[in-house]
């Protein structure tokens, strides 16, 4: 059986799946071409990341579809529950990318308490002439230790991320529609661990105690954060969103951002992907990356591997 990984897919999954007896293509379709390919192919099974959409055109077009993979986390790109009532297996990978999501907002928060994504933009061009004029810009930095942190969603990646805030020296906040009450530990290498419970309170009453806030949401219909959450909040806050573009409303980021009210934001999704705003992009207070949350070779290993084993007890 054939497994087209549109959107690429680890070699250790490749591997896992070639023993498994599949053939794998890793040829990058494009969107508009997916279904005759698919067809023309005979693919069983089809992998996508977020790049790929599984809608119900290609659903329809392909009745020999019998798996569609998310290598990954959100499923907002996939007609989940029209391929599930066509009979099609939709299969994720929710546990694999937590740990590299986490340590993404850490690079973001860490960047945006010490200047690091502006201080790179600038040193390049005026380092050489204006060292001090650039030392004294992005010399009132702010420790992370001892601040509260927001997490929004405490689920896995929210937990993984409470986890190195905790280790930090962070006070940890959390609101969450489902989730009551959370354990967190953290394992240290002696062996040692401490553990914490989290018990989630209303968004309201985070946005205005928290120091920092991070997202870990699904896809939302419409915004958590406007300028009417904005104006809750503390002076100088920072926000991360590593979870999904609209979560924030973007114009009102960046006015919150020139006000001075939000002190930095980390973005790594953005409403319209693979094209984000100008302003977002040329904005000295915002810390940018290209939705790469899930992007380690670590993560990657874990979800090719872990597609392949799904497939294989499916379909064998
Ligand atoms: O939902 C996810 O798993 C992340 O957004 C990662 O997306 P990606 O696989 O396109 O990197």
């Known amino acids: 059986m054939k497994v087209l990984a549109n959107d690429g897919i680890s070699k250790s999954g490749i591997l896992a799946l070639e023993k498994g007896g599949f053939e794998v293509i890793t040829t990058k379709v494009a969107q508009e071409q997916v279904a005759n390919y698919i067809n023309e192919n005979n693919v069983s099974v089809i ?12 659903i329809d077009a392909c009745p020999g579809i019998k798996i569609i993979g998310r290598g990954g986390v959100g499923m907002d790109n996939i007609d989940v529950d029209y391929a599930k009532s066509k009979g099609i297996h ?4 929710p546990a694999s990318s937590s740990e590299s999501v986490a340590e993404l907002v850490f690079a973001h928060l860490l960047s945006g308490v010490r200047f690091l994504h502006d201080s790179n933009r600038n040193m390049p061009l005026e380092g050489d002439t204006k060292f001090n004029d650039l030392k004294k810009a992005y010399g009132n930095g702010t420790e992370l230790r001892g601040k509260t942190l927001g997490i929004v969603g405490i689920g896995r990646i929210g937990q993984a991320t409470a986890k190195m805030a905790l280790g930090l020296g962070m006070k940890v906040i959390a609101a969450d529609s489902f989730i009551p009450s959370v354990d967190v530990k953290v ?6 661990s401490v553990t914490t419970t989290i018990v989630p309170q209303s968004l309201e009453s985070l946005f205005k105690e928290a120091d920092f806030i991070s997202f870990h949401v ?20 920072g926000i991360v969103n590593c979870a999904r573009g609209g ?4 114009v009102d980021l960046v006015k919150a951002l020139d006000s001075g009210k939000v002190a930095f934001a980390g973005l790594d999704v953005f409403e319209n992907e693979p094209t ?11 810390s940018l990356t290209p939705h790469i949350g899930a992007a380690t070779g670590e993560a990657q290993d874990r979800i090719g591997t872990e597609l392949a084993s799904q497939i294989i007890s499916l379909l064998s």
Do not use: C, W
Not at 187 to 192: K, R
């Open 247 to 250: 979560v924030i409303n973007e």
């Open 90 to 93: 939709v299969i994720n990978t």
């Open 218 to 237: 699904p896809a939302q219909n419409g915004y958590i954060l406007t300028e009417k959450e904005f104006a809750t909040m503390k002076d100088g806050v």
């Open 276 to 286: 984000p705003a100008t302003q977002l992009l040329m904005h000295p207070k915002i």
């Open 47 to 58: 992998l996508v990341r977020s790049a790929t959409k599984v809608r119900k055109d290609i």
């Open 187 to 192: 394992e240290f290498f002696d062996g040692q």
